[in-house]
């Protein structure tokens, strides 16, 4: 048992480390850009916008690739090679001075968090089918801690320098690198790889593939829909809370370790405690519907306090990610879980490149000055309108067969 708990771990710290590159620079980008540019907050929500999308871009276009070569070498090496250049990064990250040098480090970090679908590639070769939806909440509860350290570390350590948090999370890499090394197990057997093959290791290429299993395109419709609404939150809370609010990086940092606590709570004990009570689908369904009276609740807020009652409520609907993975995990093969994961990655990461500078530009023209309107709140309603259009999409799946798993290719 011990065995099977030590590889497991470090999969949840990989992946706590990899949410961590996200939520690190919340809470001093503001700070951190303006030091760099001498620009606005307004300014700087949208080079937080492009920075954020560059970020994304890479990790869009890497995932299925890396994805694809752990289905053919294995597990361990990929997810290894990774925290070795996380570690790098944050180095990098720590010393940047100019905004080129920010842009070229959220480049590499983007490459090296594409090993995502990795991790949840990994947890599906070591569990039953019937299991990997309470398992892949396991996953969510480690991005979730993730999301917690990061912005506590950057509101704290942003405090004494901006660059500070960056040096803390290089020190977390290496000292991963070094615990991966000695308790990770390969988790893909031989029999089992398959052969790379370039034209599914690619974002338009995996999908079409996984656009061939039964009901899949509709699933994909609902999932990227939804995260370029979820991914609302990250893009511009920063900047929203200050706007809106007056908040400083410390408070910014504080609400996003509550938020991710709050999520790690629902998505490692909630998640595995309803999901087989409600089932699947029915998560799914009603997560979506939470999701979108969120949203708009978030966007028409005018005090404070109200932001510390919505964070735990809104954190129950991150039951549909892993639902959502439960369902499309029964229809791949099982020589395609890498596959899966990665154009999963690749969906999340498109929505972390579009939902940025969507939201951002909302930001941006309805809280710059001479602006007919003042709303800070105006993302969080086109996230609403989003999440609504997943819920609809998803609504006309409802009572179709379930998706049968495809045969492992020969």
């Given at each position: ?6 590889p497991v771990?470090f999969?949840l710290?990989?992946v706590?480390l990899?949410a961590?590159?996200i939520?690190?620079?919340?809470p001093?980008?503001?700070d951190?850009i303006?030091?760099?540019?001498g ?6 929500a949208?080079w ?6 560059v970020y994304a871009?890479?990790?869009f ?6 994805g694809?070569l752990?289905?053919?070498f294995?597990r361990?090496p990929v ?6 250049v996380m570690?790098?990064?944050?180095v990098?990250?720590?010393v940047?001075g100019t905004?080129w040098l920010?842009?070229a480090?959220?480049?590499v970090?983007?490459?090296?968090a594409a ?6 590639a990994?947890?599906?070769d070591?569990t039953?089918r019937d299991?990997r939806a309470?398992n892949?909440g396991?996953?969510s509860?480690?991005f979730?801690i993730?999301?917690i ?5 950057g ?16 020190c977390?890499?290496?000292a991963n690198?070094?615990?991966?090394w ?6 893909l057997?031989?029999e ?13 290429g995996?999908l079409?593939?996984?656009?061939r299993l039964?009901?899949v395109k ?7 829909a ?5 991914f609302?939150?990250p893009?511009?809370w920063a900047y ?5 609010f ?5 408070t910014?940092?504080?609400?996003l370790a ?10 490692g ?7 087989p009570?409600?089932?699947e689908?029915?998560?799914v369904?009603?997560?979506l ?8 609740l978030?966007g ?6 109200m932001i ?5 409520v ?5 039951i ?5 993975q439960?369902?499309?995990s ?15 990655s690749s969906?999340s ?10 939201m ?5 023209w309805?809280?710059?000055e001479?602006g007919a309107?003042?709303l ?13 259009g997943?819920?609809?999409i998803?609504?006309?799946t ?7 798993p ?5």
């Amino acid at each position: 048992m011990a065995t099977r708990r030590l590889p497991v771990l470090f999969i949840l710290i990989t992946v706590s480390l990899d949410a961590m590159g996200i939520g690190l620079i919340l809470p001093v980008m503001p700070d951190l850009i303006r030091e760099v540019r001498g620009a606005t907050l307004s300014d700087a929500a949208l080079w937080g916008g492009i920075l954020s999308a560059v970020y994304a871009v890479m990790q869009f276009g890497f995932s299925p690739t890396i994805g694809n070569l752990s289905d053919r070498f294995g597990r361990r090496p990929v997810l290894l090679v990774s925290m070795a250049v996380m570690a790098i990064d944050y180095v990098v990250m720590a010393v940047a001075g100019t905004i080129w040098l920010l842009l070229a480090g959220r480049v590499v970090a983007g490459i090296a968090a594409a090993t995502h679908s990795t991790a949840l590639a990994y947890m599906a070769d070591i569990t039953d089918r019937d299991r990997r939806a309470q398992n892949f909440g396991l996953i969510s509860a480690g991005f979730g801690i993730g999301f917690i350290l990061g912005p506590a570390i950057g509101g704290l350590l942003g405090g004494l320098d901006p660059r500070a948090p960056f040096v803390a999370a290089a020190c977390l890499a290496a000292a991963n690198f070094a615990f991966g090394w000695f308790v990770l197990p390969e988790s893909l057997p031989a029999e089992r790889r398959r052969a790379f093959d370039w034209r599914r290791a690619n974002p338009a290429g995996a999908l079409r593939q996984m656009g061939r299993l039964p009901g899949v395109k509709a699933l994909l419709a609902v999932m990227l829909a939804y995260q370029i609404a979820n991914f609302t939150y990250p893009a511009v809370w920063a900047y929203y809370t200050q706007g809106a609010f007056g908040w400083s990086a410390g408070t910014v940092g504080l609400s996003l370790a509550a938020y991710g606590v709050a999520m790690a709570v629902v998505q490692g004990g909630l998640i595995r405690a309803v999901l087989p009570r409600l089932g699947e689908h029915r998560a799914v369904l009603w997560g979506l519907v939470l999701n979108t009276v969120c949203l708009v609740l978030y966007g028409f807020a005018n005090q404070g306090w109200m932001i510390w009652v919505l964070i735990p409520v809104s954190a129950v609907g991150a039951i549909v990610a892993p639902a959502m993975q439960g369902v499309m995990s029964r229809a791949a093969g099982e020589d395609a879980q890498g596959e899966l994961q990665g154009v999963l990655s690749s969906i999340s990461a498109l929505s972390m490149i579009l939902s940025p500078l969507m939201m951002t530009q909302a930001f941006f023209w309805f809280t710059r000055e001479g602006g007919a309107v003042w709303l800070p709140g105006a993302p969080f309603l086109l996230g609403a309108v989003l999440m609504g259009g997943a819920l609809a999409i998803y609504a006309g799946t409802r009572g179709r067969p379930a998706p049968a798993p495809v045969p492992a290719a020969e």
